[in-house]
């Protein structure tokens, strides 16, 4: 009569030597397939911790980690072609992406500082251009949308409202350089209706308007401003039948 024996308890070799490789706590070069480089903390085989990390492209990121992410405070810089590195953006991450409060250095000289949303500029921040303008105000994924205000390299700023990276709704325009202010609405980068005042400091700027824009001291001018605008209708439609009547 044949007998019941129990197998063995048996591991495969691959298996024993997985959970050896498995990285904890702290190594001092860990390279990848690709040549990447690793330093610092690790925790159940992910990088977990402090550490840098170059690529094989040369970029290279030196901060916080948690469960194989860029998370936490971090810089990232490129290598160059001397061999020294270039700091692109120093901040906050979160899970691999910059969010938070961060500092970025674009390649065409463009600086941001400012808040950040899964790599997009998001929130309230400022942006230095290369050109010498300014902008200082809020954002929306990547694109100016809210308040702001835009400076001007000659000192003309735009104070209002933004949308999809243009002057849109209600806004203010100072020409500084002849004094005068330019109240309004913008659609797509462009003035649609404002009133132009004198500012305060008309006299001191560097080429003044030779004479103030006088007050309104007309009466009713709302109704006679709509009159106008009727007279000039009618006027307008009448050449339009002329001109028809002359090709007829």
Known sequence: MPFYRKPRNFTPLCMISEKKSIKNNVHHSIFTSRFDKFVGDWRNDLKHGKGFFLTIGGKLYEGDWYNGFRHGNGTL??????????????GDWVKG????????????????????????????????YSDGTLYVGYWHMGVKEGLGMFVQVNGNRYEGNWKNDKKNGLGR??????GQLQEGCWLDNL????????????????RPTEYPIPPETLQNSREILEESKLWLSQILGDIDKKLKNCID
């Open 77 to 90: 810089s490129n290598r160059l072609s001397n061999g020294t590195f270039c700091l692109e953006y120093r």
């Open 97 to 128: 992406k910059p969010e938070g409060v961060g500092w970025r250095y674009y390649k065409n000289g463009d600086i941001y500082f400012g808040f950040w949303k899964k790599g997009y500029r998001h929130g309230y921040g400022k942006m230095w």
């Open 173 to 178: 325009f100072y020409h500084m350089s002849t």
């Open 191 to 206: 003035c649609v209706k404002s009133k132009m005042l004198d500012i305060n400091v008309r006299q001191f700027c560097i």
